[in-house]
């Protein structure tokens, strides 16, 4: 695949994150300004599933993309890509559990009062990654000789 549409694919899954951050903030904040009984599952299942279809995009196509374009780039690069990836892994570890507690209105209901907890603990990992992924873009691109994307 060309530069380019690499360009457009980091584009979209950069607006997918964009995406995501906006439902986990809807999420959190619903979580204070709502009575107990309003149901909040419908934005936590769409906050599933961004999160899956973010998480799955960067795993499937867009770190493969990213290092392919790295690789044979300076002295270390491949050791740095692998701790890129060893760091992200953590957050995609916990996105899956999430995912598996929150993905229906049932297990909403059941685990509402952990949504908090949960919530925190997977929003700090997600800056995480946000972090790894940025450096790691901004190696491809310095690497690469590539603009960033638009």
């Given at each position: 695949?060309?530069?380019?549409?690499?360009?457009?694919?980091?584009?979209?899954?950069?607006?997918?994150?964009q995406e995501l951050i906006l439902l986990y903030v809807a999420i959190d904040g619903l979580r204070q300004f709502?009575?107990?009984?309003?149901?909040?599952?419908?934005?936590?299942?769409?906050?599933?599933?961004?999160?899956?279809?973010?998480?799955?995009?960067?795993?499937?196509?867009?770190?493969?993309?990213?290092?392919?374009?790295?690789?044979?780039?300076?002295?270390?690069?491949?050791?740095?890509?692998?701790?890129?990836?060893?760091?992200?892994?953590?957050?995609?570890?916990?996105?899956?559990?999430?995912?598996?507690?929150?993905?229906?209105?049932?297990?909403?209901?059941?685990?509402?009062?952990?949504?908090?907890?949960?919530?925190?603990?997977?929003?700090?990992?997600?800056?995480?990654?946000?972090?790894?992924?940025?450096?790691?873009?901004?190696?491809?691109?310095?690497?690469?000789?590539?603009?960033?994307?638009?």
């Amino acid at each position: 695949m060309a530069v380019g549409n690499n360009n457009k694919l980091i584009e979209r899954w950069l607006n997918e994150r964009q995406e995501l951050i906006l439902l986990y903030v809807a999420i959190d904040g619903l979580r204070q300004f709502t009575p107990k009984g309003t149901p909040i599952g419908v934005k936590v299942q769409a906050f599933c599933q961004v999160l899956m279809d973010y998480v799955s995009a960067g795993h499937f196509e867009v770190y493969d993309r990213l290092i392919s374009e790295t690789k044979g780039g300076r002295a270390g690069t491949d050791k740095m890509l692998l701790g890129f990836l060893s760091g992200i892994q953590r957050s995609t570890d916990m996105a899956i559990t999430f995912n598996e507690i929150y993905d229906s209105d049932q297990h909403c209901d059941e685990e509402l009062m952990s949504l908090p907890e949960d919530l925190s603990k997977l929003g700090e990992l997600l800056a995480e990654r946000f972090d790894l992924e940025d450096q790691l873009v901004d190696s491809r691109n310095m690497i690469a000789g590539v603009s960033e994307p638009a």
